[in-house]
């Protein structure tokens, strides 16, 4: 099972952007649909964005600003995030999802063997 490395958050202001990166440790990106998650403090993790070689899927508070995309070559998936909103303050994941799910439904459900979460890496959005 893939365990993923996350980079690129950091500090920025309302309205700002960031890009996302993640990359499998050890291991290759393959056929997997990978999603990005969240977590903010005191709530539950949940999913931002997923995509397979032929779709991607968005939560609708992220359409038109996020976009996620892979690079099967650098073996790296990214999130550009735009229009960063303090609703957005969060530790962001990678994880592998059900290639099923996103296909034929256009959703992102976690990939049930999924269970080795990454250090994430932290958005903070703050003026």
């Known amino acids: 099972q893939l365990q993923f490395v996350e980079s690129g958050g950091g500090l920025v202001q309302p309205g700002g952007s960031l890009t996302l990166s993640c990359t499998p440790s050890?291991?290759?990106?393959?056929?997997?649909?990978i999603g990005w998650f969240r977590q903010a403090p005191g709530k539950e993790r949940e999913v931002v964005a997923c995509i397979s070689h032929s779709i991607d899927s968005y939560v609708n508070s992220v359409k038109g600003r996020f976009t996620i995309s892979r690079d099967d070559a650098k073996n790296t998936v990214f999130l550009q995030m735009s229009n960063l909103k303090p609703e957005d303050t969060a530790v962001y994941y990678c994880?592998?999802?059900?290639?099923?799910?996103?296909?034929?439904?256009?959703?992102?459900?976690?990939?049930?063997?999924?269970?080795?979460w990454g250090q994430g890496t932290q958005v903070a959005v703050s003026s």
């Open positions: 050890g291991a290759t990106l393959d056929n997997n649909s």
């Open positions: 994880a592998v999802v059900r290639k099923s799910d996103l296909l034929v439904y256009a959703r992102c459900v976690l990939d049930d063997e999924f269970k080795s």
